[in-house]
């Protein structure tokens, strides 16, 4: 078949396909809107539409299909705000939508390469159109598993915060050898004060020393008066 006779084909084809989503510049260019589906949640929930739309780009080559078309990708860029719901007469926000960046381009460029690559020689406009769609929604679930997975380990380090409030140091080799040697140091230095308190008790104060010295000089005075006593009645006798 004439190449040229497959292209009025194909293009007539996507008309029909994506009414909506295509838009025909020329014979040769056009584009096609993707909207991809919104990620799910953990729990099987669809969360919030972005409304954003990857705006893919064809041009056919001159011999095309027997080379691949010219695809350029681009982000129609939507205002994205925080969602809210009403639960009676409070509303909560709700995550913002999760939407692709132009970092995530590249992907989805190598992908459409890809694709072109692999169907050379037949039509591939819908099997690029297609593809793209399919790894757009992948890189935006993985955003949202990524999401889920910050979340919970935030959840996870605010548990282990409350809870170590109620729970004390665990013991290891190392911290058990710290809190020997110090626990030692504090009973020897409770054994020195101990021991320098009990020679303070022993030890006589000045008071004691003096009362104790007055008894013993009168105790002296008798006992030397007493055997001048005894002498004296020797001396007599004798």
Request: charged share 35%; no cysteine.
């Amino acid at each position: 078949m004439d190449p040229e006779e497959e292209r009025n084909q194909e293009l007539e084809l996507l008309q029909s396909m994506y009414p909506d989503e295509m838009t025909v510049i020329s014979a040769t260019v056009f584009t096609i809107s993707i909207h991809p589906e919104p990620p799910t949640s953990s729990n099987g929930g669809t969360l919030n539409s972005s409304n954003q739309s990857l705006l893919v780009r064809v041009e056919y080559t001159e011999d095309y299909p027997a080379t691949a078309p010219v695809i350029e990708l681009s982000l129609e860029q939507v205002e994205v705000r925080a969602a809210e719901e009403e639960d009676g007469n409070d509303k909560k926000a709700v995550d913002e939508p999760i939407v692709l960046d132009n970092s995530d381009l590249g992907t989805l460029n190598e992908k459409a390469t890809l694709e072109a690559e692999d169907n050379l020689g037949m039509p591939s406009v819908f099997a690029i159109i297609s593809s793209l769609k399919d790894q757009s929604e992948s890189i935006l679930q993985e955003k949202q598993v990524e999401r889920e997975q910050e979340r919970e380990a935030k959840i996870r380090e605010e548990e282990e915060r409350e809870q170590a409030k109620f729970r004390g140091t665990l013991v290891n080799r190392e911290n058990f050898i710290v809190w020997r040697k110090k626990f030692k140091a504090e009973m020897a230095a409770l054994e020195n004060k101990d021991g320098k308190n009990e020679e303070t008790k022993k030890r006589p104060t000045g008071r004691e020393i003096f009362e104790n010295g007055l008894e013993g000089s009168k105790k002296g005075d008798e006992d030397d008066e007493e055997i001048l006593q005894e002498r004296v009645k020797t001396i007599g006798i004798s």
